[in-house]
């Protein structure tokens, strides 16, 4: 598995953390509604170019012959 393959390990992960805590979480249920709240902030065209840089970087890899790709 490659890691610079991985959208939610270059993009997701990170901001989810940088949104959900900004301030001290109390309870589980305080952190999953912080979670929710940080994924509908999510916008269409945010989306569009995490895809576009994902691709961007699958090209990079195989042109690189950085081995194969599952799918």
């Known amino acids: 598995r490659s890691p610079d393959l991985t959208s939610c390990d270059f993009f997701l992960w990170r901001y989810l953390k940088e949104q959900v805590f900004q301030t001290p979480i109390d309870n589980t249920d305080e952190l999953r509604r912080r ?19 994902f691709l961007k970087r699958l090209q990079r890899h195989i042109m690189n012959d950085s081995g194969y790709v599952e799918g």
């Open 35 to 53: 979670i929710i709240i940080a994924c509908k902030t999510i916008s269409p065209e945010t989306l569009a170019e995490v895809e576009n840089n």
